[in-house]
């Protein structure tokens, strides 16, 4: 009970702070921009579904392509580095600055432990972020109904599912912010910390990843050219084509994705990513949504990491300040 009251504290202190009404703006912004411009594209796929190959941080999959799909999947790039910005910048100087301005004091001056006190921290910033995902997604489907594309129920069905993985998210990067909270004394240090780390998994990570996937598997080995029949103005002739199919080419594409892979898995980013192409994917041949009951077991295990991914620096977060000293 005494966490419900910190939590509520922190979400009105958050939700009313410059920062937090400055980013959220910005955020919606960003996501009228991206629907203004694919809105032609939206409104031609209205009513119909057409499935699509997507390939976004190490992650391959078909995806259907409906109005509402199209609208969360061209949003994922803004949600995968402004929600982490947000939750990483809200957890960032949650506990540090208390510490700093001595309010922390005052608060456990009250007859109230530690453990509610970083427990109700992570449950106010969390409400605040269920604030950005609602209105992001009620921004994203309301987009659509004022445009007057039709929404269709298994839409809204896998939105609502991506929003809740959107949500799960932002919450690892908010346990990261919280986790510098109490291991920086400084909030601005904590806080400029976690922009570095947000921007570095989620934009120079990838590049990264691709770099040394391809030193690890090492040079492409040279395949000989394949003599085809081609059609020419002077008739069929036999012309050699270096089509890169031989078995050792391909045992090189095999290693280079194995590789990228193993370096992706370590990514928020990632795993985010699997989840929300496993709500919304595509069936080829029947041009419409898998099944979820065949879809979600398919990404089962990136939900898995992603929850360790909150709660192991939440969990040393919480060691670090339960036994830290406050003075």
Known sequence: MKELN????????????????????????LIFLISHASKDQMI?????????????YGVRGEVAMTPVSMSITTNLMVLTVFGALIGAILGADSLNREIEEGTIKVLLS?????DQVING????NGFALVVVVFIGYTF?????????????GASIVRALLASIYTLIYMLTFLSLGILLST????????????????????????????EAAYKMAGDMPYCSLRVKPVQTPQGLQQIGVDDFSCPAAEEWKYKLE????????????????QLIMGAFAGER????????????????????????QLLLPFSIAYMKFMTSDLK
């Open 6 to 29: 910190i939590a509520f504290k922190e979400f009105y202190v958050a939700v009313r702070s410059k920062r937090f009404v400055g980013l959220l703006i910005f955020y919606i912004l």
């Open 121 to 124: 921290k992570f449950i106010g």
């Open 44 to 56: 031609n796929q209205a009513g119909r579904i057409s499935v699509e190959s997507l390939e976004v």
């Open 140 to 152: 994203s489907i309301g987009y659509l109904l004022i445009i007057g594309v039709p929404i269709d």
């Open 183 to 210: 291991l920086l004394k400084k909030a601005e240090t904590a806080m400029f910390l976690a922009v570095i780390l947000t921007v570095f998994f989620t934009i120079a990570y990838p590049v990264i990843v691709n």
């Open 258 to 273: 194995i590789w990228k892979r193993r370096l992706y898995f370590i990514t928020p980013a990632h795993h985010y990513t």
């Open 285 to 308: 041949l029947a041009r419409n949504y898998l099944p979820l009951s065949e879809s979600l077991p398919l990404t089962i295990n990136s939900l898995a990491m992603m929850i360790v």
């Open 110 to 114: 009250h007859p109230v432990y530690r």
